[in-house]
């Protein structure tokens, strides 16, 4: 039987834990009950990626709870999280890995953890799994932001020095940027364009803190000179990776980034999810679960 998927509306509640320094908003599902307390399911903590949130995962709750008890956090500066401010806060790969780290021990995750991460928050699952690999039992990598490469044209403009953080405060967080994002950068099945989750992503950017942190990670985790320095790194894990990526990235492409990653990592394997782009459980949710349950 395959893993099933559910709608957004049949999410987790939201709940809120004090991480560290930091609020931490999250969803958790797949816990055993009582009558299942022989059950060997994995504990999960999942990721997702830049101006994201738990949301990512809104079509694979029922799925991925079938497979593991999963804690999916929306990190620090973004999601309902604190969003605290660039000029005293790192937003750098470190800081986010022990951000992870803060959360496991908020919640009580203490021993090692599956760690699923995408994007942008498998720079932070690499940076906690190198400076604490005790705690990780496997670390699955989707699509993972951890090779330099040159960005969109937008993104090139928004990074340039000086007039680029000037820019991404006047057009960061609008509609038509962001929609255009997703539409032409992010997903390979257009089809999978839903308005109600893009006015929930202008609601967090243009909320207090949002879009200052998003420029924040921007430049000092998803940048190609940020990764420049950070991606040799991980030919330090010595922790069993499994590499997840769709067939179509065309952010963070298979041919140069997931076979690159694969290359450092030693022993990582590589399985693409097909007919996807950068965020299979939204664009492919089925192939997803499957691709999930086979590296479990």
Known sequence: MNPSTTSSSQQPPRQFV?????????????????GDAATTKPRMLVAHGWIASHQLYRKVWAGMGELAHYRALDLVG???SDKPDPLTTPYDPDWYGEQLRAFL???GWTGKVVVLAQS?????????ALKYPERVERLIVLDGACIPVPPPVLGRILQAPVIGGVLFDLLGGTKKSLGDFLKNDV???KSVFDDAVL????????GPGGKKAAYATMMRMVAPSSLA???PRLSGLKVPVRLLWGEHDKLYPVDRCAKEMQRLIPGATLDVIAASGHEPPVETPEAFLRALRAVL
Do not use: K, W
């Open 105 to 107: 021990d908020a919640t």
């Open 120 to 128: 942008m928050g498998a720079i932070a699952a690499c940076a906690f």
């Open 18 to 34: 004090q991480a560290g320094a930091h609020r931490v908003c999250y969803v958790e599902g797949g816990a055993p009950s009582a």
């Open 187 to 189: 997903y390979y099945v």
């Open 199 to 206: 006015q929930d992503m202008l609601r967090i950017m243009n």
């Open 78 to 80: 973004f999601g309902d």
């Open 229 to 231: 320095r950070f991606s």
